[in-house]
C-alpha cells in the first residue's frame, strides 16, 4: 500500500516523541561511561546488590498476586453486567490518578504495622497502583473472544471452566500477557508509596533516591544505570517472548 503524506506527517510527529525517550536514556548510559569505575564498585556493592534483588523480587510477586487475582475479576468485568458494575470498574482505574504518597498513607491508615517496613508493604503499595493493568487488559482480552466458541466448548461436554482454560484464556492471553509485563514495570517504577509506607527493607527505586538526597548526581547515577539496565533488560525479554508467540 502506498503511503501518502499523512503518514509521514505522524511519522514525523511522533519521532519527536521517540527521541525524547530515548535521549535521555542514551545520555545516562553516556555519562555513567566516563566514569566506569564507580560503576564497578556500585556492581560489587552487596547493599546496592540486596536492593536491586529485593526491587525485582517483589515486583515478580506483586505481578504473580495480579494474575490470579486480576484475570478472574478482568473476566466478570468482560463477561457480566451487573449493578455496580461501573463503580467496580472505576475502582479499579482510580489507583491509576491517586498521587503515589496518597497510596502510601491510605494503606498505612488501612493495614497499619502489617504493612510497616516490610516485604508485604512493598508488595501492596506495588499492588495498589498497578494491578489496573492486568484488570483492563485482562477484560479487553476477554472481551475480544467470542462468547460462541465458549458456547460451543460446552455443547461438546466441556464444563465452563474447562471451557474458560482450553478456549478463552488461550485467545486471550496475549492480551492478559501484555497487561502482566505493563504491571511489572509499573509495580518496579513504582516509589513515593514505598517511601511512605517501607522505607526498609531497602529497594533501589528507594536507595536511588536516598542517594540523589544524600550524595548528590554522582553518587545516584551508577545505581539508576544499573537498575535501569536490569529492567530493560527483563522488560525486552518479556516482550519479546510475548511477540515470538504471537508469531511477531
Do not use: C
Not at 508493604?121 to 499492588?127: D, K
Not at 509499573?186 to 509506607?197: D, Q
Amino acid at each position: 500500500m502506498r503511503r501518502g503524506y499523512t503518514f509521514y506527517l505522524f511519522a514525523a510527529l511522533g519521532s519527536f516523541l521517540v527521541v525524547y525517550i530515548a535521549l535521555p536514556i542514551a545520555l545516562i548510559f553516556i555519562e555513567q561511561s566516563a566514569d566506569l569505575e564507580m560503576l564497578s564498585r556500585t556492581i560489587r556493592d552487596p547493599f546496592v546488590v540486596s536492593a536491586i534483588k529485593n526491587s525485582l523480587l517483589t515486583a515478580t510477586a506483586t505481578t504473580l498476586i495480579a494474575l490470579l487475582l486480576g484475570v478472574p475479576l478482568g473476566y466478570v468485568l468482560a463477561r457480566a453486567d451487573f449493578r455496580g458494575k461501573s463503580m467496580v470498574q472505576a475502582l479499579v482505574d482510580v489507583p491509576v490518578v491517586i498521587p503515589h504518597s496518597v497510596v502510601g498513607i491510605m494503606l498505612l491508615v488501612t493495614f497499619s504495622r502489617a504493612v510497616l517496613d516490610s516485604y508485604t508493604g512493598i508488595i501492596a503499595a506495588m499492588l495498589f497502583v498497578s494491578a489496573p493493568f492486568t484488570v483492563n487488559a485482562a477484560r479487553d482480552g476477554f472481551l475480544a473472544v467470542d462468547e460462541k466458541l465458549e458456547a460451543v466448548a460446552r455443547t461438546l461436554g466441556a464444563s465452563p471452566l474447562r471451557a474458560f482454560f482450553s478456549v478463552t484464556l488461550p485467545i486471550a492471553l496475549p492480551s492478559i500477557a501484555s497487561g502482566l509485563i505493563m504491571t511489572w514495570a509499573r509495580a518496579i517504577s513504582e516509589v513515593g508509596a514505598i517511601l511512605v509506607v517501607a522505607y526498609y527493607p531497602k529497594t533501589a527505586q528507594v536507595l536511588i533516591l536516598e542517594y540523589f538526597n544524600n550524595y548528590g548526581l554522582g553518587a545516584s547515577r551508577p545505581i539508576a544505570v544499573i537498575m535501569m539496565s536490569s529492567s530493560l533488560m527483563v522488560f525486552v525479554i518479556l516482550r519479546w517472548l510475548v511477540g515470538k508467540r504471537n508469531g511477531g
